[in-house]
């Protein structure tokens, strides 16, 4: 799936993600009144409202980009109706050929973690089926637990040539809190990074970068830099652009030579840019053209910044 | 809740709980067979054993217990249908009026955070109606990203009177590749538990305990003998009991001399008992009754360990 992904971010010449991060506020009123029309202002009808947005976005923007990347946060919050959202989203994407990035940031010990591997990554037992759950490309993966942790979700990643990008240094304001303490003399992130290095070491793609990547936010450019060269082949997942703060001509060190290495994920800016002034003009009804407007403006800002 | 969970332990004279974490392995084949008769070998089979045998373990343990913790890992794995009967799960128990530690660690930037929060623990806004998605009484969260991703669920603990366990030091084997690496000559995880103990003072119990609550592992008793004297009005959830190596008279410094202070949990060793030697005179087809032995001499084992 890394050999995938990298060959469809070479083919758009677009090293972006789009964050599907539907809430309801971000949803044109006409959607919203249709589907409340049809389920009430229930969990059913704010999940069919955000499966309607998320659709026409994709239908708007999926030639022009290599992956999306939904937070399923932002479907747990409408309860089970808003998890049968997310998997539509994820099912329907994959109908596009795009590359799924589940946002799940999951991890527990390891018979747990076994479980989130193999329900959003691979396949269940069940009887003598063997049936896929949530079956995203990627997930995001929380390291506090350790290898234990990671291991089960790379074991499934060998099977089902599927990946990972695992949190390390997060684009949030406390993100340093934790992450940035010092040990033996080298920030906590740094020793994730190294941990990264190495586990991504075990499943290498052909494309000369392992199945196992990286979070690192591009709210922290100095660090990002940094951490390019701790993991060299590993692929950065780069939140925090735009909304966030974070500025594409900060993102160059994110990249390696080869201009690959990292993919930087924009989410409000977006899927809610109809809302922004510079987009105004498509109104809220165009919601759809005004996101791809701003997929083609921000592919154009970061290549201007990268050459 | 906490008052709540304090009022109930006091009352069931049992600091324990329940880990509802069920693994079709687990299930007994009259269960399996009855559910995949109905659905077929599908996740939503899948989803419907797991249902039954959850039902049958709280029908006979709801009286002797103050809680339970579904692990939705173990739901996740079967998708939309296995988070389905996840809100089944938890629904019933709270029929029953046990306290619901939803086992979830998530944990995420501020803004995803607060969805996580809301759609766990809180009610989201959908047009006028103010709804709750999965309505767990705590859930579990891991600190990697620092306040931003803890203080959304401080927030809505507050509105809805709910309540956190944070990780802190987690029972797993590799759980010391970060947790216990040390900064300024203390591990990682003090920091977080006096991080956890700054949290908990914004949101007391009248019970004298704290709405955020962390987790500590059983089976590194020295480290929770430690940490007890860092967070003194912290509870601690406790899991690593049992099956996973930790034992009674370990787990005597994780509480308080009130008596208080700590939650410890069992999930194998309860809910698959009926597969041990001790209680194979069950029978797969009474395995609820298994259950129900195995937590009276859990509560046994612990009370005499205290006593």
Redesign the interface.
């Known amino acids: 799936m890394i050999n995938k992904l990298v060959a469809k971010i070479q083919k758009t010449n677009a090293p972006i993600v789009v964050g599907l ?1 539907p ?2 506020a971000y949803i044109p009123e006409h959607i ?1 009144e249709k589907a ?1 029309k049809e389920y009430g ?3 059913e ?2 999940a069919e409202a955000i499966w309607q947005f998320n659709k026409g976005i994709l239908d708007t923007t999926a030639d022009l980009i290599p992956a999306v990347k939904p ?1 399923i ?2 479907y ?5 109706p ?3 959202a997310y ?1 539509k989203t994820v099912d329907y994407a994959k109908s596009k050929d795009l590359v799924i990035i589940g946002d799940v ?6 018979s ?2 076994e ?2 591997a ?3 990554l691979g396949r ?6 063997r ?4 079956d995203e490309d990627f997930a995001t993966v ?8 990671i291991k089960p979700f790379i074991k499934v990643c060998k099977e089902e040539n599927k990946g990972i990008f695992i ?1 390390v240094k ?10 940035d ?4 003399g080298r920030p ?1 992130y740094e ?2 990074g190294e ?1 990264v290095n190495e586990w991504g070491a075990e499943h290498m793609g052909e494309c000369g970068y392992s199945y196992v990547g990286c979070v690192v936010g591009a709210t922290y450019p100095e660090m990002g830099k940094v951490l390019r060269k701790v993991m060299p082949k590993t692929y950065i997942l780069v ?1 925090g652009y735009g909304a966030q703060g974070g500025k594409a001509k900060d993102l160059v060190h994110y990249f390696n030579e080869d201009g690959l290495g990292a993919i930087v994920n924009s989410s409000r800016g977006i899927i809610a840019a109809y809302k922004q002034e510079a987009y105004a003009k498509f109104g809220a009804e165009n919601y759809a053209d005004a996101s791809r407007q701003a997929v083609l403006d921000m592919i154009e800002d970061i290549d201007s910044a990268l050459n």
Do not use: C
């Open positions: 991060d809430m309801l919203k409340f202002e229930t969990l009808g704010a937070q946060a932002m747990e919050q409408f309860g089970v808003g998890v049968a998997k940031k999951r991890g527990d010990i390891g747990t973690s479980a989130y193999v329900g959003h269940v037992q069940i009887g003598s089926n049936i896929a759950g949530f929380n390291p506090y637990l350790g290898s234990d942790g949190l997060t684009s949030n304001p406390s993100s340093g809190e934790f992450q303490r010092l040990i033996d906590l020793w994730v941990k939140p």
